[in-house]
C-alpha cells in the first residue's frame, strides 16, 4: 500500500523545528518549576504538576486511538497482496531470523558493556530495603503462547493488544488472498480505511510539540537536574551502549542494504524526536510507517515486518534489560559467573517478547529476572527515579531497530524501490 499524501518537506520541518523548541522550552520550565516546588511532598509536586502531565498522556491515548485500527487494516491489505501462505511464510522467516539476531546482540552488548564500566559497583548508592512498588507480569510460556491468540479481535483493539491484531490479521489477510476477486472489495475497503487513519496521524501529529513540552517539564520539575549528577555515570555508560547498539545496526543494515540504510536514518528525524521526548516507541509508529515507504520499502512489507517489530524486537529495550539486571546485582555485590549471565541473556530473550503493551514494560521483565536469579527486586527502586530519562534512549533505539529491521527484510526480498 503506497500513501500518496507526504508532507512537504518544509512541512516536516516545521515540525521537528516545533518539537526541538519544545524540548528547550519543557526543558526551562521543569528546571524553574523544580526550584519551586521545593521542600513539597510528592503528592503536593504531583497535584502541582497535573495540567503539564496531562498533556503527553492526551497525546499518547490519541496514539493508542490509532495504532490498532492502522495495524489491522495495513497488515490485512499487505498480508493479502503479498499473496500465497508460501509468500507469508516466507517474508514471516526471514523477518524472525532478523529480530533473534538484532535482540541477542542487543543484549549481549548490553551484558558487555556493564561488566567491562561496573557502575553498580562505582556509584555505592544507599541500597533500598523495601520492596519497589511495580506492576507484576505472569511472564511464563504458557501464558506467553496463549496470549498470543486473541479471543475476540474487538477485545484485542478495545486493549490495544497489538501482538494479538497481528495474528488475526495475518489469519484474515492469507484467507483474503485465497480467495482472490471475491474478496477484493473488502481488501480495497480496508485500503481506504488505512488512508482515512493515516489522515487523522497526520492531525495527531500535529499536537506533538504540546506533548513533548508537557513530557519534559514535568520529568525535570519531578527529578530535578540533581538526579542526573548522581547518576550521571550510569546514564552517561547507558546512552554510550545506546550510541554502539546504534553503530552496530546500521553497520548490519549497511551490509544488506549499502547506502539506502543511512539515508534512512537521515529520514527518520522526527519519529526518532518523538519517540525520544515521549518516551515511547508507539508514538512513532505511524511516522515511521510514512517514512520507510517514502524511503523504498514496499508497504506490504512495511505493514507487516513494523507491528511484528513492536512486539519482538525492541533492542533499546532489550539492552537495558541485561544492563539493568546486573546493574542491580553489582550494587549489591552480588556476582554472578558467564553461565549463569548467559542463561540469564536467554530468560530475557524469551519473557521479553510481546509485552510491548505493558506500560513501563521494561521493568516489569527485570522484575521478573531478578526474581528467577535471586536478586533483590528491591533494587528496582534504584532505577525508577532515572527510568524516564533512559526510556527515552530506549524508545528512539526501538525505532531505529524495527527500521532497519524492515529495510534490510525489503531488500531481501528484492522490492525495495
Known amino acids: ?62 496514539i493508542k486511538m490509532i495504532v490498532g485500527p492502522l495495524v489491522l487494516t495495513t497488515l490485512i491489505v499487505g498480508v493479502a497482496r503479498v499473496g500465497d501462505l508460501k509468500s507469508v511464510g516466507r517474508i514471516g522467516g526471514k523477518t524472525l531470523l532478523w529480530f533473534v539476531s538484532a ?26 530495603k523495601e520492596a519497589a512498588a511495580l506492576p507484576k507480569a505472569s511472564l511464563g510460556l504458557k501464558e506467553f503462547i496463549t496470549h498470543l491468540v486473541p479471543t475476540s479481535v474487538f477485545e484485542a483493539l478495545a486493549k490495544n493488544e497489538i501482538l494479538q491484531v497481528v495474528v488475526f490479521s495475518l489469519f484474515f489477510g492469507i484467507a483474503a488472498a485465497s480467495l482472490g476477486e471475491k474478496a477484493a472489495p473488502v481488501i480495497h475497503a480496508l485500503d481506504a480505511i488505512a488512508h482515512v487513519i493515516l489522515k487523522v496521524t497526520g492531525y495527531v501529529m500535529n499536537t506533538a510539540p504540546v506533548a513533548v513540552f508537557g513530557a519534559i ?35 548490519a543494515g549497511y551490509i544488506v542494504a549499502r547506502k539506502r540504510v543511512i539515508r534512512l536514518v537521515i529520514r527518520l528525524k522526527e519519529p526518532l524526536l518523538l519517540a525520544f521526548s515521549t518516551s515511547s516507541s508507539e508514538a512513532a509508529f505511524p ?88 536478586i533483590p527486586e528491591a533494587g528496582l527502586a534504584l532505577l525508577l527515579g532515572i527510568d524516564p530519562i533512559l526510556d527515552m534512549g530506549r524508545s528512539a533505539t526501538n525505532v531505529v531497530g524495527n527500521s532497519v529491521a524492515t529495510m534490510v527484510v525489503s531488500k531481501w526480498e528484492r522490492q525495495l524501490e
Open 1 to 62: 500500500m503506497q500513501h500518496e499524501h507526504h508532507a512537504p518537506p518544509t512541512r516536516r520541518n516545521r515540525l521537528i523545528f516545533y518539537i526541538i523548541l519544545a524540548l528547550f522550552a519543557g526543558l526551562a520550565l521543569g528546571y524553574f518549576l523544580n526550584l519551586r516546588l521545593e521542600g513539597l511532598s510528592h503528592e503536593e509536586i504531583d497535584e502541582a504538576l497535573l495540567p503539564l502531565s496531562i498533556l503527553p498522556d492526551i497525546f499518547l491515548r490519541l
Open 287 to 374: 511516522k515511521t510507517m510514512l517514512e520507510l515507504e517514502r524511503a523504498g520499502c514496499p508497504g506490504k512489507i512495511v505493514s507487516f515486518v513494523l507491528p511484528l517489530g513492536y512486539s519482538f524486537n525492541l533492542d533499546g529495550s532489550m539492552m537495558y534489560m541485561t544492563f539493568a539486571t546486573l546493574f542491580i546485582a553489582q550494587s549489591y555485590g552480588i556476582h554472578l559467573d558467564l553461565a549463569t549471565q548467559f542463561s540469564m541473556l536467554l530468560v530475557l530473550m524469551l519473557t521479553s517478547k510481546g509485552i510491548a503493551g505493558v506500560p513501563r514494560a521494561s521493568l516489569v521483565v527485570i522484575a521478573g529476572t531478578l526474581a528467577t536469579f535471586n
Open 217 to 251: 517539564a514535568a520529568v525535570v520539575a519531578k527529578q530535578g537536574l540533581g538526579v542526573l549528577k548522581s547518576y550521571s555515570l550510569f546514564i552517561g555508560e547507558f546512552y554510550l551502549g545506546l550510541f554502539l547498539l546504534w553503530l552496530l545496526l546500521i553497520f
Open 103 to 128: 535482540s541477542m546482540l542487543s543484549l549481549l552488548l548490553g551484558m558487555l558493556l556493564v561488566n567491562l564500566f561496573q557502575p553498580g559497583a562505582h556509584l555505592h548508592l544507599p541500597l533500598p
